[in-house]
């Protein structure tokens, strides 16, 4: 089994952050990827790449007014799971 490295982070000049990781992806969600790619080049006149296409996709789709919680702060979701027995 290979050893798991957390990727790099860079922050960006605009303000933003840059994470590289690795996701596993049946073919078909490829193949979306890849509509979304040529779709999104004929708006830009430009090509796309495939990283490009799940960066605006993942823009796209969250809500306008999501910021990060402060350290500490956690769902109540996560608070309310059920503990397991037999553990502390």
């Known amino acids: 089994m290979s050893e798991r490295v957390t990727p ?11 994470l590289s990781l690795v996701v596993r992806l049946p073919w078909e969600d490829v193949a979306r990827l890849g509509q979304e790619a040529g ?11 495939l990283d490009e296409a799940v960066s605006y996709r993942l823009r796209s789709t969250r809500p306008s007014a999501t910021h990060a919680k402060p350290a500490g702060e956690q769902p109540a979701a996560v608070s309310t799971l059920p503990r397991i027995s037999g553990s502390a």
Request: proline share 14%.
């Open 8 to 18: 790099p982070m860079h922050a960006l000049p605009d303000g933003e952050a840059e």
């Open 39 to 49: 779709r999104l080049a004929g708006q830009m006149q430009r090509p796309v790449t």
